[in-house]
């Protein structure tokens, strides 16, 4: 059977790496199906000449066509504009990809070296105040209350989520350390090591944040197989500055939708840069792979965007599938050139250009 992956570029450099993460998928070969691809379209620039920023035949063809797909990003306006609402937070929801799973991961200079930062931030993805369109401020709080109601019964999803993930995939598999120790644990060892933090606000938002809170330790404290995983919590600022002064405290985050998008670039910064972070949007039926950063307008149309986030992306939605395999060589070769370091973009110190990595990497797959 083939595997049928829907490409969506949308807007900015979305367009430029998100071909990458394709050339990448197609040089794998022989330890994944036979691929198809399916071009969508989405995006604000869609919007301004069709009025449309995500049409029903995009979602129609996730929906029935489509295994998987991969998202690149999309230039939302910071000002109201009539008509419009984002692509990518309206994907998340059709499809109820609940969980965004965002993976952060600095390179060591030798493959049997440990990673300084070795975490996933798990993203709660459809609710909070990120999904909701608040056409007067007035309602803000009520629409908070709403969707803290809502949220508890996703955030257990999410948790579970993540959960499950731990239980398919072992931590180190899922972060492509290539060193044979790492490979030999068994999930269930890696497992028993993991230590979740549960990142809120509730001391001031004891409603909303303590909500979802207390829903991720009622899932923990009911299953009897989760009791090898130790949890903590903090307050999303302190977490923020804990991070930057020691990123080797946290294993797994699990956080709002909010706080998950802005502790995930956070952390992108300790690993050097946005453009190597990549996420898989998660639900019980459907994985859509997405670089973490925006549509960069500042670097667009220049050949320079690094294409590493989103080619990660696409293995991340392989091993989410179970093509461990495939996952593994794709991740190899990124780690690979970056360890090398005579080919890499500028936001990470180097001359290289979009193009030249992707060929490096692909040479390497
Ligand atoms: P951004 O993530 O697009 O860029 C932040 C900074 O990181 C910029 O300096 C950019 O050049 C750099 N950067 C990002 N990706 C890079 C890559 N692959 N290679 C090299 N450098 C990279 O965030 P910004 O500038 O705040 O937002 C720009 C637009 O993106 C906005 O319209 C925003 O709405 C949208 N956005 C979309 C997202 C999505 O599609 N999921 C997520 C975040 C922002
Ligand atoms: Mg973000």
């Not at 180190?172 to 290539?178: I, K, V």
């Not at 989760?226 to 903590?232: G, K």
């Not at 946290?250 to 956070?266: E, F, H, K, Q, T």
């Not at 300790?270 to 994985?287: A, Q, T, Y």
Request: aromatic share 6%; hydrophobic share 40%; with cysteine.
């Amino acid at each position: 059977k083939s595997l049928t992956i829907g490409l969506i570029p949308a807007d900015g450099i979305g367009r430029e790496v998100l071909p990458a993460a394709r050339t990448a998928l197609e040089a794998v070969g022989s330890d994944i199906p036979p691929l198809k691809f399916v071009d969508l379209l989405a995006g604000f620039e869609l919007f301004t000449r069709t009025g449309t920023a995500l049409p029903d035949e995009t979602v129609e063809s996730l929906q029935n066509e489509c295994d998987c797909a991969l998202f690149g990003s999309v230039s939302s306006p910071s000002r109201k504009v009539a008509g419009y609402s984002s692509p990518i937070v309206g994907l998340r929801k059709k499809l109820d990809l609940y969980a965004n799973i965002r993976p952060v991961l600095s390179v060591a200079p030798t493959p049997d070296e440990p990673a300084k930062v070795d975490m996933i931030v798990v993203r709660e993805n459809t609710e909070c105040l990120v999904s909701r369109a608040i056409p007067n401020p007035a309602t803000l709080i009520y629409t908070g209350f709403l969707s803290s109601s809502i949220l508890s019964k996703k955030s257990k999803k999410s948790q579970k989520r993540a959960k499950k993930l731990g239980q398919r995939v072992s931590l180190q598999n899922m972060l492509h350390h290539e060193s044979a120790a790492w490979h030999s644990n068994s999930p269930f060892n890696v497992l028993a090591k993991w230590h979740l933090t549960i990142i809120h606000k509730s001391n001031v938002l004891s409603v909303t944040d303590g909500l979802f809170r207390e829903s991720v330790r009622a899932v923990h404290a009911k299953e009897p197989k989760y009791q090898d995983i130790s949890v903590a919590e903090q307050l999303v600022d302190s977490a923020v500055y804990r991070l930057f002064r020691e990123p080797e405290i946290y294993d797994v985050m699990v956080a709002p939708n909010l706080y998950g998008d802005i502790l995930s670039d956070a952390a992108a910064a300790l690993v050097g840069s946005l453009g190597v972070v990549p996420s898989v949007n998660s639900g019980d039926n459907f994985v859509m792979g997405e670089p973490v950063h925006g549509s960069a307008p500042d670097i667009v149309g220049q050949n320079i965007a690094n294409p590493i986030a989103s080619i990660r992306s696409a293995a991340l939605m392989l091993r989410h599938l179970g093509y461990a395999k495939g996952a593994d060589r794709i991740d190899a070769a990124v780690d690979s050139v970056i360890r090398e370091g005579t080919l890499l973009t500028p936001d990470l110190g180097g001359k290289s250009k979009t193009s030249e990595v992707v060929d490096a990497i692909v040479k390497r797959i």
